[in-house]
């Protein structure tokens, strides 16, 4: 099924009328019309997006994971999306004195905390262990399950196409 659409720039804290904004609705656009017959002309068209700084890069990584998650048949589709796109933005300097901003690097660190947030909200809270919200919490359970899954997918294709390790620093 398909998800309610956030207003373009929803999320942006700039609004959607920045250049932010605008780089968030250019690329969920090109998402969109996302599949494995087009996916090279896709990933042409996103690597030529004007990435202006680390946030911009990281913006990109998100939208890509979230249409991934949200799409799960379509996950190796988005990894070689990903792959495609692994030189096409440049390297940013690095924050806080650290290593550059990379687009591995940001991809990395995208998934850690999509996992990391996966794992935190598995736990159920005092409300769900409640017998009137059995039915609703089985839903929750589903969607974070079917969340789960689609996510060790996703992982795994980047895996694959050695855009992850299988080190793991934790």
Do not use: W
């Amino acid at each position: 099924g398909a998800l309610p659409r956030q207003p373009s720039g929803a999320l942006s804290p700039q609004g959607p009328s920045s250049p932010h904004g605008a780089l968030r609705r250019t690329v969920q656009g090109l998402l969109n019309k996302a599949c494995p017959e087009n996916v090279a002309a896709v990933a042409e068209k996103i690597g030529a997006v004007r990435v202006a700084d680390a946030q911009d890069l990281g913006t990109v990584i998100e939208l890509i994971m979230q249409k991934a998650l949200a799409e799960p048949h379509y996950c190796e589709t988005y990894a070689d999306l990903v792959f495609a796109l692994k030189f096409a933005f440049p390297e940013f300097p690095p924050r806080d004195g650290g290593r550059p901003v990379t687009f591995k690097s940001a991809l990395l660190n995208a998934c850690q905390g999509e996992f990391e947030s996966l794992v935190a909200n598995l736990q159920p809270g005092e409300a769900e262990s409640e017998p009137r919200f059995a039915e609703d919490e089985a839903l929750r359970r589903k969607l974070r399950k079917d969340r789960v899954l689609a996510n060790m997918k996703f992982i795994g294709h980047l895996f694959l196409r050695q855009l992850l390790s299988g080190k793991v620093d934790g």
